[in-house]
């Protein structure tokens, strides 16, 4: 359960400014923006991080291709991603990029602290390097893959199998060797510091392989932060970028002492499965290193696969396979709220998703259309028939009277803010499912148009509809963290507008909060029904 009174910082990662947002970066950044609502909805404090990755030998070269500086090819890309955020209703707080004057002060402040605690040292680095994930490669990691490959006469990265660089050239290091048994002893006490669970292995066999120590600082170009003692280096952009986390909430500024007290450690950074020992591994080494707190918890979500409609299995996104999905097709196709209930809702989060155009046709249509859309409308519609436009004139103590409806809203709650709590979304959804299934049911077996048509029975249409419209309200509020728009509207429906900012949500979800007598408003079909040709 939520403590209410707690600050909750959340992060994705920082996303690498040179490639456009794409389905994968929409997928984590909504992930985030749905426990981010979901917590302020529970009163808590929240402050939603996300931003871009600016720097690194990658970012020089493109600039170059494109005859700008390195900062103007940063500064033209940064809009698209504020864009496709806004379109897709993210709710972070703030919005970090690497080159701001805030992170480059963060990381020179870093590099003073590891100098001091002792843990960074100059040595010659000579090993492969991948400009492409700007990732070091052993000479075992890279004579194994060659092998694996069947590569003869060159090298190939071991991750991308792109040529490799031959790096021979001066660099700092940080001694991440010293951090071997303080990272399996973090594992042990805080079992739940990856998740989901099954994540931990992955982790703590790398830890227990060995660890080396690492390359943190560069030579060969200059698109980076300088080494405030050592203005030939620049800084290694991952130890550059898991800095950002930090810096969002003060680290190295005096004037943000107080923020960063309450805000720092994170209590999620939530990231993609393919940079978990980064932010597994490294990140709070780099921590332990300067005696920082350390984030709570790491949470890996899964990649997006695309189903093969033939084969029923999930592949790889891309360009050559012709099954590439960009937000902007699926936005087309079931407009933003369906789309951030799809992939929230249908995919598990840890897991990878297998995602298809006539998935998404089948889960909107059945969940939304058929379900909470053709509820919400078939109830308000017989509100405002047989009430003159308005929510029934509540009848007394109409909120105690046992129903099937509010015995299963009694137990709801609880169970939906356990399961969100854990990024658990589809067994959140599921219970939500069950009031709205429940709801649907119950208009037919109480069939209030045959109870309308005998005024002796007056008070048992006002019960059935006032138990609908209840069930409508508290569904409202359960769905709003993945369809905030659709559930403020459904609430503005039946003059519940206020209602939408609610910081208190377990007690907005009590049976008894309808307004009695108000205004109900039909409207539009929320959710269109999709032609199951389309998929
Ligand atoms: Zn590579």
Not at 281 to 306: D, R, T
């Amino acid at each position: 359960m939520a403590d209410n009174k707690k600050p909750f910082y959340i992060t994705t990662p920082i996303y690498y400014v040179n490639a456009a947002p794409h389905l994968g970066t929409a997928y984590c950044t909504i992930l985030c923006d749905v426990q981010a609502r979901f917590r302020r909805a529970m009163g808590q404090d929240v402050k939603f991080l996300t931003g871009l990755d600016e720097h690194g030998e990658k970012v020089q070269r493109a600039a170059e291709d494109h005859g700008k500086t390195p900062q103007e090819w940063c500064d033209s890309l940064a809009p698209a991603f504020h864009d496709i955020w806004n379109t897709l209703e993210i709710s972070n707080d703030d919005f970090i990029r690497t080159t701001q004057p805030r992170q480059i002060r963060a990381v020179q402040h870093l590099w003073d602290r590891m100098k001091d605690a002792g843990y960074i040292y100059k040595d010659s680095y000579d090993g492969w390097y991948c400009v492409h994930e700007e990732t070091y490669y052993t000479e075992t990691q890279v004579s194994k893959s060659d092998e694996d490959h069947g590569v003869v006469g060159r090298h190939l990265c071991p991750e991308c199998q792109r040529e490799l660089q031959r790096v021979k050239e001066e660099s700092w290091f940080f001694k991440l060797s010293a951090f071997q048994d303080r990272l399996l002893k973090l594992y042990d006490e805080h079992p739940d510091f990856v998740m989901p669970a099954f994540r931990m292995n992955e982790v703590r066999s790398f830890v227990e392989s060995g660890l080396r120590d690492i390359s943190v600082s560069r030579t060969s170009f200059d698109w980076g932060i300088p080494v405030p003692f050592d203005d030939k280096h620049v800084t290694y952009v991952w130890f550059d970028a898991l800095l950002n986390y930090a810096t969002a909430v003060g680290f190295g500024d005096p004037d943000m002492a107080d923020e960063y007290a309450r805000r720092w450690p994170a209590q999620y950074h939530v990231v993609g499965k393919d940079i978990i020992r980064f932010h597994c591994v490294i990140w709070p080494a780099m921590l332990m290193a300067i005696g920082e707190a350390l984030p709570e918890h790491v949470f890996a979500h899964g990649f997006l696969m695309v189903r093969n409609e033939e084969t029923g299995q999930g592949e790889k996104m891309s360009k050559s396979r012709g099954n590439a999905i960009a937000p902007q097709d699926v936005i087309d196709m079931l407009g933003v709220e369906g789309y951030r209930y799809y992939f929230m809702t249908d995919c598990v989060p840890g897991e990878d998703g297998a995602i298809s155009y006539s998935r998404m046709t089948q889960v909107y249509n059945a969940d939304l259309a058929n379900s909470w859309g053709n509820l919400v409308s078939r109830s308000l519609n017989m509100s405002a028939k047989y009430f003159d436009g308005k929510t029934p004139e509540l009848p007394e103590g109409w909120a105690d009277r046992a129903n099937p409806l509010k015995d299963i809203a009694d137990g709801l709650v609880d169970r939906y803010v356990a399961a969100m709590s854990v990024f658990d979304y589809v067994s959140a959804k599921n219970a939500v499912l069950e009031l709205v299934h429940a709801a649907n049911h119950y208009i037919e077996d109480s069939a209030p148009w045959a109870v309308a048509k005998d005024p002796a029975r007056a008070d048992e249409l006002e019960q059935i509809i006032t138990n609908l419209l209840e069930a409508i309200r508290i569904s409202a509020h359960l769905f709003a963290p993945f369809m905030p728009q659709t559930s403020a509207e459904v609430l503005r429906r039946m003059s519940l507008a206020d209602e939408a900012d609610t910081t208190d949500l377990i007690a907005a979800c009590q049976w008894g909060g309808l307004a009695s007598g108000a205004a109900v408003t039909k409207g539009d079909a929320l959710f269109p029904r999709l032609d199951v040709k389309k998929g």
